[in-house]
């Protein structure tokens, strides 16, 4: 019995010891402690909608899928939307209500569906059984994109999956899948081949034994996209999927494409399909009038036949069969069953999903690459819900501004330049368009008002001169003789730190301006493989033509120049190479042959040149586009002969960008289409932030140098800020090894300005959410604190008590703000507040202890706080803190006298009740205590409009609110009237001092010889905060 | 020796903890027993506790009595003015208007949810919860505050948001190494609608500061997304005169 327990204590203590040799690694939350992300927007153009789930019993609740912000729900009839799948991917294919328990069960297919080449990618399949509180993944990882879900009505365990699947590449996991179980086991119901995939699965409303389901031969490169194939084709079940045929009886044969499918709910047998074809007059819309034994082609209109990759979604007004409305660029909609179609009313263009109110078809809501509309008149009048940040970012940039401003472009939704912060919220009219079509790359001039911005493919480049308000149109052109020049879809600018003026476009070329774009040079070869059979773009689409540009291939992708040297100049391509030079232009090197493990031609996503080092560069590959989803990023510190990877397990998702820390080396941030990853070890570890942060795609990272914001662009959730990142340069193994770790505050100015923020129009818009400004303390526990006391005070110089704090008690970092005030004076008791006496004063300028104490032990630190440069005198702000010390001292002496004389009213009154024989006394001292409290204090009246003739505590609170809210000198005025309150206080005191000494006395001695306590509290005790 | 084998078990098995698989009702049940006994609670008769919600580092005093045969107030202090809010006689609620410093009535479907869950809520939502109606669920382990924590869902009876049905339930996060609730979280389809555009905002509440009396256990510190609740003096079984929860039939006007 002995020796097993000695054994175990041996091993306990070589445990102990060598736990101390090991590193000590945080990882996610206890790394990351209260440091959490704000989200600023923009709302105003949202971003693109997938998919609409209408609850089928309460039209309060509708769901909307996003095409790279998750999930909304509305539970007020789309008054306002919240963001409910923040922690899981954030693409969304199909949202399926439970008919039997719509409530509770809500089904999510991750991964959209129109298929544009900026789609993100699914991850599988979750379900709610909360309403979207909470969720859990029952599958399908690899299935990339889901299409449909479809819910036995009676049976709630039967369910359809109808899995698209892999966009960039062959994939098994894609067709119809069916479970009896709830989802716990899946059979693959109906397959076709790997290339083709369930775009639409419709289940019978009524007899759950009929399916429609829809497949889709397509497929997408980064230099190409093919729609359509001999495989395209429509099915029906009539046994619960057993057994499926194929439902053509009247389509053209040959090749199809995207096959969408719609069916009357109230009318089943009425089936509406749209096709994709090899002859131009067979697409249209067919309607079935007999559950798909035959077709009949009603309409090939231009705004049904556009683009079905990106629109082939039907929908037929749930209560009559002859209203059905198609998805496209601008909708269209039918009233005569299909056979003629108008647009829906004017709303941004590219509808990707429309549905009915289920009682009033009047209602419609509509899902675009700009968020969603509502119609209250069947479609012709469509008003954009104003409070969904799904904005597509493709890149963003600071500035140096105070508050600085944020710039980027937007998947279909322009360019746009806007406040960081601002009075009362960022909101929309904070934002300036700075660009159309869709935007990519907005830079600021490094020193001039000037603003860069683009469109796809570089058909337009701008420089907008912000004072002048003049727009110039600067994208080079080829030479004559000369290539024509290949810019990507998303083409790279870039400034230069040290020639302001200089800026940087690449083709396949690097061009080079020194003059603001007016006039260009090209200052290296073809940086890409230069591949011809990536550049048949003309021959894209499929069986629909499609050479938008957004396939372009063969492209420069990322520009980098060394802040250290100008010389050194950094080039990525889409099509997988890595190019630097030395000297300006003149020589290039291509470094990719140095890179292992990378497959040939991962497209190279950013490359950032180091601060730290100029032979030290990051470069992130992408390569999604061939379907390999594993997240690359390399470091090289000798100008790319050597690059070694920054990449551990932990992170999940391909990356298509990194930070480095300006101060600590080691401290990076990497965005991956799954969120952000942090490392503080030079990458051996990364962990994921989550705190406020969804699960989005990340596609850009700045740091901004005077705030150390980590600001984000994320295609799907807009510009997402978290604010100061330096606490984590600190984390040194030392601070880890240790129980409390404060880390030293700075020098904090005590921000002075403000404004009117007008808060109208907030209760249905998108307000982004500020940083704070206030003082910050940030510390570390190794341990959470859960028993005994724990507090923060703050004291001044002279160890006089100012105010307290809310202590975090997090394991990890913990951050505790302080305003900047003490604590407002206690206030006389009257029949009313003061309102103006909840004003609590700032605090001087100066040094400041702060206390920590957790249960035995003190911890300490300091704060140096100065005021804000912005011309106020010392001497004035001396002036008013001078006087606001003054007239919070009189307030609280004020406080105090007016509870001695209520407490010696109560009193008397009570000696009055307990000794008969001193009624007369006590009865006539309470009269004149009474007379003399009614001057004090109001002693009647409400809070509202009922309120009394102020007082001598109101003045009095009144004049504090007034001197205490400012910063500068009071005026002759307010010290006059400063005089005369205080003069009439004296002359108060004066009267109470008087019947202290008299009236009072005697009551006090009467009661010392009958032996009742008085119980009057001293003012200190009085007093104490 | 013995001591050593003790610690050492103690060290081993962490405290009053099962090791194995967790269920809800064995992580509540440990939790009982770790902050002072079922028997001890289930003998509480009401609690007091007084202290003060800081928010934005204004301190406003508070006074919270809860019985256990449902009776409730908050009574709030500020400028030396006390006001009641929340206060439920058995069958009615109501508060101060702090416009006209009247009582007034708390809306009809307020009181009724009221009544379907937080009524029946003393000592604690997780006390003798099935005969409440509530039903108790293991969600894993999560980390919360930096810490691991068994996740266990309390589902509550549905209650009526503006005229419709609506879930609600509360999670709550035990730590793991000694079962004590380090956050609570509200949820439910009546909570779902956050500020416009944002993710709802989590009704997370955090517990610390936890410590002794009378052989009990409590949190002296809650914060809420409004602020941090501090308790200076928990009270069991108070004397409250039962006049503390009669709603003042008209407003006491003029009294000095």
Redesign the interface.
């Known amino acids: 019995m002995?020796t097993p327990?000695l054994g175990?204590?041996l091993l306990?203590i070589t445990q102990s010891i060598s736990a101390q040799d090991e590193m000590i690694t945080l990882k996610?939350?206890?790394l990351f402690?209260s440091l959490s992300a704000r989200?600023i927007?923009p709302?105003l153009m949202s971003g693109r909608v997938s998919d609409l789930e209408m609850h089928p019993s309460?039209n309060?609740i509708l769901y909307a899928g996003t095409a790279g912000g998750g999930v909304w729900?509305?539970?007020?009839g789309g008054a306002?939307?919240?963001?409910?799948f923040?922690d899981y991917c954030q693409s969304i294919g199909a949202i399926t209500l439970d008919p039997q328990n719509p409530?509770?069960v809500v089904w999510v297919g991750t991964g959209e569906t129109w298929t544009r080449n900026s789609t993100s990618v699914g991850d599988g399949l979750y379900r709610s059984t909360?309403?979207?509180?909470?969720w859990k993944k029952i599958g399908f990882e690899e299935s990339d994109r889901i299409s449909s879900i479809q819910i036995n009505p009676t049976n709630s365990d039967e369910v359809y999956v109808g899995v698209l699947g892999a966009l960039w590449g062959d994939h098994e996991e894609r067709g119809v899948y069916k479970t009896t179980d709830g989802g716990i086991t899946w059979e693959k119901i109906l397959y076709v081949d790997e290339k083709t995939g369930c775009a639409d699965l419709i289940l019978h409303p009524t007899d759950p034994n009929i399916l429609y389901a829809s497949f889709w031969e397509y497929r997408r490169t980064a230099w190409s996209f093919n729609s359509g194939g001999l495989n395209s084709a429509l099915y029906k079940s009539t046994d619960a999927g057993k057994s499926w045929n194929k439902i053509h009886n009247g389509f053209p044969t040959g090749k199809l494409g995207r096959i969408g499918i719609a069916l009357a709910p109230s009318s089943p047998d009425v089936l509406y399909s749209v096709l994709e074809t090899e002859n131009k007059n067979d697409s249209g819309l067919y309607k079935s009038t007999d559950g798909g034994k035959s077709w009949e082609l009603k309409n090939g209109d231009f705004g049904l036949v556009v683009r079905p990759f990106y629109f082939s979604r039907i929908t037929v007004n749930p209560k009559d069969p002859d209203v059905v409305v198609k998805a496209g660029l601008s909708g269209s909609i039918s009233r005569d069953g299909g056979n003629t179609f108008k647009a829906l009313g004017q709303m941004h263009s590219d509808i990707h999903d429309i549905t009915f109110d289920i009682n009033d078809s009047d209602r419609m809501y509509a899902g675009t690459d700009g968020g969603i509309y509502r119609s209250w008149n069947g479609g012709a009048t469509m008003e954009i819900v104003?409070?969904?940040?799904v904005s597509q970012f493709y890149h963003i940039s600071v500035d140096d501004a105070e508050p600085y401003n944020v710039y980027g472009g937007l998947q279909d939704n322009g360019s746009w330049y806007g406040p960081n912060s601002a009075p009362g919220g960022v909101k929309a009219r904070h934002w300036n368009s700075i660009g159309g079509g869709d935007g990519f790359r907005v830079l600021r001039h490094p020193t001039k008002n000037i603003i860069y911005s683009e469109m796809q493919g570089a058909m337009n480049v701008w420089r907008y001169d912000v004072d002048k308000k003049i727009v110039n149109t600067i994208q080079p052109y080829s030479d004559e003789g000369q290539a024509k020049l290949r810019f990507n879809w998303n083409p790279p600018i870039a400034t230069s730190e040290s020639q302001p003026d200089r800026l940087y476009i690449g083709s396949q070329f690097l061009h080079v301006s020194e003059d603001m774009g007016s006039n260009w040079k090209i200052i290296s070869g073809d940086l890409t493989t230069n591949d011809p059979a990536k550049q048949n773009q003309e021959d894209s689409g499929g069986l629909s033509k499609d050479n938008s540009g957004a396939e372009n291939h063969c492209t420069i992708f990322t520009i980098a120049e060394s802040t250290l040297d100008q010389k050194v100049i950094w080039v990525g391509t889409d099509d997988g190479n890595v190019q630097v030079t030395q000297d300006g232009g003149k020589n290039w090197t291509n470094t990719i042959g140095n890179i292992t493990g990378l497959p040939k031609n991962t497209w190279c996503y950013h490359i950032e040149a180091s601060v730290h080092n100029k032979g030290t560069a990051y470069a992130v590959f992408d390569g999604h586009t061939t379907n390999d989803k594993k997240p690359y990023a390399y470091k090289t510190t000798d100008f790319g002969k050597t690059w070694t990877s920054i990449i551990s397990d932990e992170v999940v998702g391909f990356a298509r960008n990194i930070q480095e820390d300006y101060v600590n080396e080691d401290l990076l941030f990497l965005g991956t289409e799954f969120g952000l990853y942090a490392t503080v070890n030079g990458g051996k570890n990364w962990s994921k932030f989550t705190n406020?942060m969804?699960s989005a795609a990340v596609h850009y990272i700045e740091l901004q140098k005077q705030t150390n914001d980590l600001v984000m662009g994320t295609h799907g959730r807009g510009v997402i800020i978290i604010d100061d990142i330096s606490p984590l340069r600190n984390l040194s193994q030392e601070v880890l090894a240790k129980k409390v770790h404060i880390f030293p505050t700075p020098t904090t100015e005590m921000y002075e300005d403000a404004g009117f923020s007008g808060f109208f129009g907030?209760?249905?818009?998108?307000?982004g959410?500020n940083p704070t400004r206030e003082a910050k303390f940030v510390y570390y526990?190794q341990?959470?604190?859960?028993?005994?006391?724990?507090?923060m005070d703050i004291y001044d110089s002279n160890d006089q008590f100012v105010?307290?704090l809310?202590a975090g008690?997090?394991?990890?970092i913990n951050v505790v703000y302080?305003?900047f005030?003490?604590?407002?004076p206690k206030?006389?008791?009257?029949?009313?507040?003061?309102f103006a006496?909840?004003t609590?004063p700032r605090v001087p300028a100066g040094d400041y202890k702060v206390v920590m104490t957790k249960g035995k032990e003190t911890y300490e630190t300091s704060i140096k706080l100065k005021y804000a440069e912005n011309g106020i005198p010392i001497a004035s702000r001396k002036a008013q803190e001078e006087l606001t010390a003054k007239i919070y001292t009189l307030t609280e002496d004020l406080?105090y006298d007016?509870?001695e004389v209520d407490r010696w009213?109560e009193i008397a009154e009570k000696t009055a009740k307990d000794h008969p024989a001193q009624q007369k006394m006590c009865n006539g001292l309470a009269d004149k205590l009474?007379g003399l409290r009614e001057t004090l204090v109001v002693?009647?009246g409400?809070?509202?409009v009922?309120t009394a003739e102020n007082q001598l505590r109101e003045n009095l609170a009144d004049l504090y609110g007034k001197i205490a809210g400012n910063y500068d000198k009071p005026s002759v005025s307010d010290l006059a009237t400063f005089n005369s309150l205080r003069k009439l206080y004296d002359e108060k005191k004066g009267s109470l001092e008087a019947l202290r000494g008299k009236e009072v006395k005697k009551l006090m001695s009467f009661l010392e010889k009958a032996e009742v306590n008085a119980n009057v509290k001293s003012k200190e005790e009085f007093l104490k905060? | 020796m013995k001591i050593i084998q003790l610690f050492l078990f103690a060290m081993l098995l962490g405290v009053a903890g099962p090791i194995s698989a967790q269920t809800a009702d064995e992580i509540i049940d440990t939790y009982f027993e770790n902050t002072g006994g079922k028997a001890n609670w289930a003998k509480l008769e009401g609690v007091q506790m007084a202290g003060k919600m800081s928010m934005q580092g204004m301190d406003i005093g508070l006074t919270i009595v809860s019985l256990k045969d449902t009776r409730q107030y908050t009574q709030i202090n500020f400028q030396g003015q006390e006001m009641k809010q929340g206060v439920y006689d058995g069958e009615i609620m109501w508060g101060l208007n702090f416009m006209t410093g009247k009582a007034e009535q708390m809306e009809a479907e307020m009181v009724n949810n009221f009544k379907m869950n937080e009524a029946k809520d003393f000592p604690s939502a997780l006390f003798d919860y099935k005969d409440k109606g509530y039903s108790a669920e293991y969600l894993g382990k999560e980390t919360m505050e930096g810490t691991e924590c068994f996740k266990v869902k309390l589902t509550k009876n549905p209650v009526m948001v503006d005229g419709k049905q609506s879930d609600v339930a509360t999670i709550y996060y035990f730590d793991t190494e000694n079962y004590v609730p380090i956050a609570e979280e509200m949820i439910g389809s009546a909570m779902m609608q956050g500020p416009p555009g944002a993710s709802p905002a989590k009704m997370i509440s955090t517990l610390s500061d936890y410590q002794e009396v009378e052989g009990l256990y409590f949190p002296f510190s809650i914060i809420t997304p409004q602020g941090e609740m501090v308790m200076e003096n928990i009270t069991l079984n108070p004397t409250v005169e039962d006049d503390a929860f009669k709603m003042p039939e008209v407003a006491v006007e003029e009294d000095k």
Not at chain 1, 386 to 389: R, T
Not at chain 1, 809 to 812: A, D, H, M
């Open positions: 002995k327990f175990l204590l306990l996610g939350d206890e402690g989200h927007g709302a309460n309060r729900k509305t539970t007020n306002t939307f919240s963001s409910i923040d409530d509770q909360d309403g979207g509180t909470s104003e409070n969904i940040p406020n969804p907030s209760e249905t818009q998108f307000v959410e526990l341990k959470r604190h859960t028993f005994g006391k724990m507090k105010t307290s809310k008690k997090s394991k990890g302080w305003n005030l003490k604590k407002p206030i006389a008791k009257g029949k009313t507040l003061s006496g909840f609590a406080a007016v509870y009213i009474n002693t009647t409400d809070n509202y009922g905060k």
